[in-house]
Nanobody
Framework: QVQLVESGGGLVQAGGSLRLSCAAS????????MGWFRQAPGTEREFVAR????????DYSDSVKGRFTISRDNAKNTVYLQMNSLLVEDTAVYYC?????????????????WGQGTQVTVSS
């Protein structure tokens, strides 16, 4: 079993920044890619970013590219999402997830393990 616990969400004004953290346990953390997804009310869960197990490769959705940065510290079994220049439309519950295979993907269905989510609210 894999346990994922997110933290760092909150309320921020448009243009501000937040850093989300996701602490993982229960699996060889550095072996697997990790992903961040988000879900706003009434919408499907959408891909935000993913990072390879060694941290060398990252992938971002077009909507966050250039504003968000995913990183990981394998010594701490933690993955981060630094969110800058936040927009009102970034408001959502953010989830970290661990994929079924080593590389992950942009599809939520390829991820077996999910955190409980952390709310990010961006006000205008």
């Amino acid at each position: 079993q894999v346990q994922l616990v997110e933290s760092g969400g909150g309320l921020v004004q448009a243009g501000g920044s937040l850093r989300l953290s996701c602490a993982a346990s229960g699996r060889s953390f550095s072996t697997y890619a990790m992903g961040w997804f988000r879900q706003a009310p009434g919408t499907e869960r959408e891909f935000v970013a993913r990072i390879s197990g060694n941290g060398w490769m990252t992938d971002y959705s077009d909507s966050v590219k250039g504003r968000f940065t995913i990183s990981r510290d394998n010594a701490k079994n933690t993955v981060y999402l630094q969110m800058n220049s936040l927009l009102v439309e970034d408001t959502a519950v953010y989830y970290c997830a661990c994929p079924r295979n080593l590389r992950g993907s942009r599809r939520a269905s390829d991820y077996d393990y999910w955190g409980q989510g952390t709310q990010v609210t961006v006000s205008s």
